[in-house]
């Protein structure tokens, strides 16, 4: 009597049959049909991998290009500080042979602040206090050492 066979038993009937026909593939000598199979199987692998390769530095490629756009367009639409004009905070500074370090500890802000504030970037009045402070001037020398914007 015949059962029918069910998905599972016809997969493991296929798998064994594979496996054995791949053993017997092993078994012959490399001129007979087996040898040849495994030597065309090896160069479509080869062709495989190239191919794999090639589309993979073609998308490098374009991955590459378009991250140049991106950095080209990030560079012309960057907001840049809004410079004030130059101020006199650098020079006073210099007769009083501080540091930017010196200046920054003694009006309690960072190096970097002072840095912007001398290349002319706005900064906030309070800022312009403590620096005055610290250069040992008063409010009312604001003018001479930061101009008449504000």
């Known amino acids: 009597m015949n059962t029918p066979k069910t998905e599972h038993t016809q997969r493991a009937d296929e798998s064994e049959r594979a496996r054995e026909t791949e053993s017997r593939s092993h078994h012959s000598p490399a001129g007979e049909a087996g040898g040849e199979k495994r030597s065309e199987k090896s160069s479509q692998g080869a062709e495989k991998h190239a191919e ?22 990030a560079k012309s639409s960057a907001v840049k500080p809004k410079a004030r004009g130059k101020n006199n905070v650098r020079m006073l500074r210099m007769e009083r042979m501080m540091s930017k370090a010196e200046l920054a500890r003694r009006a309690g802000l960072s190096t970097l602040t002072i840095d912007r504030v001398e290349k002319g970037m706005a900064c906030r009045m309070d800022t312009k206090r403590k620096i005055l402070e610290a250069l040992g001037l008063t409010p009312s020398d604001r003018v001479k050492v930061f101009g008449d914007d504000d």
């Open 52 to 73: 794999k390769k090639s589309d993979a530095a073609s998308a490098e490629k374009k991955a590459d290009a378009a991250a140049e756009k991106r950095s080209d367009s």
